[in-house]
């Protein structure tokens, strides 16, 4: 395909933004480093973090246009002092105070689940992060006609009223619950969703390449194409191996990007061209999530599992018998008193 302009550069992302012009940018959307110790980042304590990003956030809204959006994905920073249990500090929290003090204005917080992830042992494994869209102004590019769904009751006709008998709906299609689920009935099927169900990049995706956290294409794409025009900047300034930049070429907006390691870029330039030739595998908007029960004898219990279930259930069975005699003892006695 033919790609607009692009820029994808190994360079600092504060360096990068001062050579961007006020006003110019249509979309800034990025998930930054959460301090937790990839190799990409150096680990500090969550406020030199938070201080340290504060200038980025300022460069970022010199450079966003007034009817502009940030989209700010973002997970949890995880504190471990040695010896104890981790504690989570939820960064979206301690984010929204930093773009306030830019006057910007949250639109969503929307919830961005996948099934895949870490396992943890000493508390519930995280399952979901979450992406803040704020903008600089209360004019706003929103692009809702584009991202209609299909009605639930399409023939549903108004009741009384001037309109009685007439159609009560949009013939587009109606605004997006607050539920974003990626399924096959629609392209962008609910943006002002606040739960996505979109898979993270693994092992297994086809968009995998070798960097630790990389973002989702459609995650991206579902972003700009509701909140820009064709031709406008859509700028990742943690560009990582370029997925934000290929959403935006992909439907003909200009892309740019920064990024400190330069294996990662020089990846994402090869990705890049690879979607100049048509060669690049992604996954499609829409695309039924993997259902695992499919899959045959990886989604079945091993006999093994199941004995030792069984055997757990028993135990809690004689428990549950043992507690409910109890009670009625306890109910026995009280019915004698009252007698």
């Not at 980042?41 to 504060?54: A, P």
């Not at 960064?91 to 910007?104: A, E, R, S, T, V």
């Amino acid at each position: 395909m033919e790609l607009l302009e692009y820029r994808f550069e190994n360079r600092d992302c504060l360096d990068f933004l001062h050579d961007l012009a006020d006003n110019s940018v249509k979309l800034i959307i990025t998930s930054p480093p959460y301090n937790v110790g990839k190799r990409y980042e150096h680990s500090t304590t969550l406020e030199n973090y938070l201080s340290d990003m504060e200038p980025i956030i300022s460069e970022l809204y010199r450079v966003l246009q007034d009817d502009g959006s940030i989209c700010w994905e973002v997970g949890n920073y995880i504190e471990k002092p040695k010896g104890g249990k981790s504690e989570v500090f939820p960064l979206d929290i301690y984010y929204y105070n930093l773009f306030k003090k830019y006057n910007l204005q949250l639109r969503n917080r929307i919830i961005w689940h996948f099934e895949h992830g870490l396992q943890c042992t000493d508390r519930l494994s995280g399952r979901y992060e979450s992406i803040l869209w704020f903008t600089k102004t209360d004019k706003y590019t929103f692009n809702l006609d584009a991202i209609r769904i299909a009605s639930k009751y399409p023939g549903k006709k108004q009741y009384k009223g001037e309109k009685k008998g007439m159609y009560s709906g949009n013939i587009l299609g109606k605004n997006p619950s607050d539920l974003w689920k990626a399924d096959m009935y629609q392209l962008l099927d609910d943006w002002d969703a606040l739960v996505w169900d979109i898979p993270n990049v693994k092992n297994n995706h086809c968009e995998k390449v070798d960097h630790p956290c990389q973002f989702p294409i459609e995650l991206v794409e579902r972003c700009i194409l509701a909140l820009t025009n064709e031709n406008d900047i859509v700028l990742d300034p943690f560009a990582g191996v370029a997925s934000a930049i290929i959403a935006a070429l992909k439907n003909f907006r200009r892309g740019y990007g920064t990024e400190l390691v330069a294996e990662y870029v020089k990846r994402g330039n090869e990705r890049i061209q690879l979607l100049r030739e048509d060669k690049l595998e992604t996954r499609r908007i829409g695309q039924t999530v993997y259902d695992p029960k499919q899959s045959g004898s990886l989604s079945k219990y091993p006999m093994q599992f199941v004995k030792a279930k069984l055997s757990y259930l028993d135990k809690i069975k004689g428990q549950i018998i043992q507690e409910e005699e109890e009670l009625k003892k306890i109910l026995e006695n009280e019915n004698r008193e009252y007698l």
